[in-house]
């Protein structure tokens, strides 16, 4: 039996921060992780790049976590991003903000965000064992003994940050949910989120690549409203991708309609707004020889997909724009304005970035990341019931609860140390 102060299972960024956090009042720290290398999956994120978080404040933060916004607050106001930036920047790794607040490290390499986290776990005298899976956690005599298929590990406090389930071949694959239900705690529903989508009989590989900016996104379930968004669509050679489409991913059902605008209905033009429908009226009488995927191409849509539209609408794009009558034009503005795209469904575990479900926060003191079952038992990261938008809100979450987790450990360390010290 090999003892420590602290295990952690999982040396992905909420592990190495959890053990960075709780590491500095000399605890002893041991971090175990199945993989041969730590940080797979953060390796890969943000293209290699790294996508490390957001921009903005807290208020505004926080409305990219779907219902998991109360219970990731205090996480939040522990250690925010400006926190977070600072950590990197201190140690000798710049922060950019680029294209819509999302920040990255300037290096633009996410092999440099891991490299400054494994430098401060062997600054700190942190353990790291690498191709031990763990297999087992459980309790004994108010210890926790933690099983690899080569040792045995007792500690006082043991830390599940073993990610979710999404991308399994870097190593997350959902043994953390094992070991919390093993100890009692309920796992929500998994499936995955932040995926791309295949569209039923899918006409719009011929755009793929062409990307649509703050496109107004509806979701629609049985002919109800489910979900308005913003955001920027790709299309692509299978069906539908892109920030706007991913951070919808998590809602969709087959059957799903996903009514996407192709194009702003208004638009401003020497400092007035110009109403779509004006302009489309203005091309196609002003413009009267164009064909009418010229006068599509004169509004604002890519050739291609006026074509394909079309095509889709069984309206020749070659007739005279002058020809166009009112009830074709109607149907061409309702399916630029929303056209109606049926989801066949969302992509799996393997194409997804990120997982939806995990272990129920209602278990979680979310002022401290303890379980509310097992004292001693804290999480961090994606095994928990959150998962953000696109842009950096997943990574924020794996370092602020593991900031929040590492920070309680180490205060309650403290108070067992010093009981006293409480009068
Ligand atoms: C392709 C891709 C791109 C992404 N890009 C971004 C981005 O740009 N910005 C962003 O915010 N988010 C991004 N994400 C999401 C982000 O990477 C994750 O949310 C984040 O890595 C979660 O951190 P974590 O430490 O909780 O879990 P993980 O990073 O999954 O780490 C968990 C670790 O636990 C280990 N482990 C699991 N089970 C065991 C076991 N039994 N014993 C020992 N070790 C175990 C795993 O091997 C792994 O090393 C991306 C995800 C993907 C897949």
């Avoid at 702003?264 to 413009?287: A, T, W």
């Avoid at 278990?363 to 079952?373: A, D, G, Q, W, Y």
């Avoid at 953000?388 to 929040?404: C, I, P, V």
Wanted: a neutral charge; charged letters at 20%; hydrophobic letters at 40%.
């Amino acid at each position: 039996m090999i003892n420590y102060d602290v295990i952690i299972t999982g040396a992905g960024p909420a592990g190495l921060f959890t053990a960075i956090s709780c590491s500095n009042e000399g605890a002893s720290v041991s971090l175990l992780e199945k993989n041969t290398s730590a940080g797979r999956k953060l390796l890969v994120s943000g293209s290699g790049k790294c996508n490390i978080t957001h921009a903005g404040l807290l208020d505004e933060f926080l409305t990219h976590y779907w219902d998991a916004e109360k219970f990731i607050t205090p996480e939040l106001s522990n250690f925010m991003n400006l926190d977070l930036q600072k950590f990197f920047e201190k140690r000798g790794l710049p922060m950019v903000e680029m294209d819509n607040g999302k920040i990255f490290p300037a290096s633009l390499r996410s092999a440099d965000v891991l490299s400054v986290l494994l430098g401060e776990c062997m600054k700190r005298g942190v353990d790291i064992t690498y191709g031990h899976a763990v297999r087992e956690i459980s309790l004994s005599n108010s210890r926790f003994i933690v099983s690899t298929d080569h040792d045995t590990y007792s500690a006082a406090y043991a830390v599940v940050a073993t990610g979710g389930i999404s991308y399994p071949a870097t190593g997350s694959s959902g043994d953390g949910y094992r070991f919390a239900e093993n100890l009692g705690h309920k796992i929500m529903p998994l499936s995955p989120a932040l995926t791309p989508v295949y569209i039923k009989g899918w006409r719009f590989g011929a755009c793929s690549g062409i990307s649509l900016s703050e496109a107004e996104i509806n979701l629609y379930r049985e002919g109800r409203s489910i979900v308005r968004a913003k955001g920027d669509v790709l299309f692509t050679h299978k069906g539908l991708s892109g920030p706007g489409i991913l951070d919808m991913s998590r809602n969709l059902r087959p059957g799903d309609i996903i009514k996407i605008s192709l194009i702003s209905s208004s638009f401003r033009c020497m400092g007035n707004d110009v109403d779509i429908e004006e302009k489309f009226i203005h091309q196609l009488r002003g413009h009267g020889s164009k064909s009418l995927k010229n006068c599509m191409a004169e509004i604002g849509l890519p050739v291609t997909l006026a074509e394909t539209l079309l095509e889709c609408l069984s309206i020749s794009g070659r007739i005279k724009g002058a020809s166009v009558d009112k009830g074709t034009r109607r149907i061409i503005l309702n399916s630029l304005l929303g056209h109606p795209f049926e989801v066949e469904r969302a992509g799996g575990f393997n194409e997804a970035m990120a997982t939806r479900g995990g272990i129920s926060l209602e278990n979680i003191n979310r002022k401290t990341m303890e379980s509310r079952l097992v004292p001693g038992l804290y999480f961090a990261g994606e095994v928990m019931d959150v998962d953000g938008d696109t842009g950096g809100y997943n990574l924020q979450h794996a370092f602020s609860s593991a900031a929040l987790a590492g920070r309680s450990i180490s205060v309650s360390m403290s108070k067992r140390k010093s009981p006293q010290s409480k009068l």
